[in-house]
């Protein structure tokens, strides 16, 4: 449906006042790319994430990346590990925030194999912006 209308969506994980340390309180800010020119780059590194990863451990891989402006993605697949991924997201926002960088989203649907089954998966593409 957005596909066809060429509609893309990219997010921005914040944490907000409140929650625990082990459920921490999360805005997604969300925003609306009309006739978007997002391709996903062939050769981004793919860090995947699981239901065990620690979400700032996942942060400081992605933040490193990022500060060498690499094209990178985070991977997914289970609902515990899509939801460490975009806490990592968060972190990694916060971790950029001296080197004057932002990042922001984008989410894909992919199918992957493991041990011999094809599961679904969220591909997270990372895009980097610059803060003023």
């Known amino acids: 449906y957005l596909a066809d209308s060429q509609i893309e969506l990219t ?11 082990d459920r921490p309180s999360v805005a997604l800010y969300l925003s609306k790319h009309l006739n978007s020119k997002w391709v996903p ?3 981004a590194v793919e860090l995947s994430v699981s239901a065990s990863s620690e979400p700032s451990v996942v ?15 985070l991977v997914g697949i ?9 806490m990592a997201i968060g972190h990694t ?13 984008w989410p ?13 998966a969220i591909k997270f593409h990372v895009h980097i912006d610059r803060q003023r």
Do not use: H, M
């Open 11 to 21: 997010f921005q994980t914040a944490f907000r006042e409140g929650g625990t340390p």
């Open 41 to 43: 780059v062939p050769e």
């Open 59 to 73: 942060a400081g891989a992605l933040a490193s990346r990022c500060r060498e402006n690499a094209a990178v993605c």
């Open 78 to 86: 289970g609902v515990d590990a899509v939801t460490n991924a975009v």
């Open 93 to 105: 926002r916060l971790y950029l925030e001296s080197d004057w960088k932002d990042i922001r989203a």
């Open 108 to 120: 894909e649907f992919i199918k992957v194999q493991k041990n011999g089954n094809e599961l679904n």
